[in-house]
């Protein structure tokens, strides 16, 4: 169904066996927004294929870092074409 993959002014998450996940994509790992009210766990996809040879994973690893910690949140970054981490 179509109407599954339209867009969101908010964040979304999914819960398995009783535990929620934020679910981000790509740059939204990067945005305050996606951890506004501290999520336990955060997943985040990223394609990063786009990048390489390129400094912008760090880049996007840093920002994510910040946000994780500031927000008191773990990030499950999994991506293609660099490093997949796991983030406190």
Known sequence: NALEYSTTPYPSDFTIKGVKFRNAICYEATCSEIYEDNP???????????????IEPTLQ????KYYARK?????LHVTNMSGSKVIF
């Open 61 to 64: 690893n840093l920002l994510i």
């Open 40 to 54: 336990e766990y955060v997943v985040a996809t990223s394609n990063n294929g786009w990048f390489v040879p390129s």
């Open 71 to 75: 927000y008191n949140s773990t990030v």
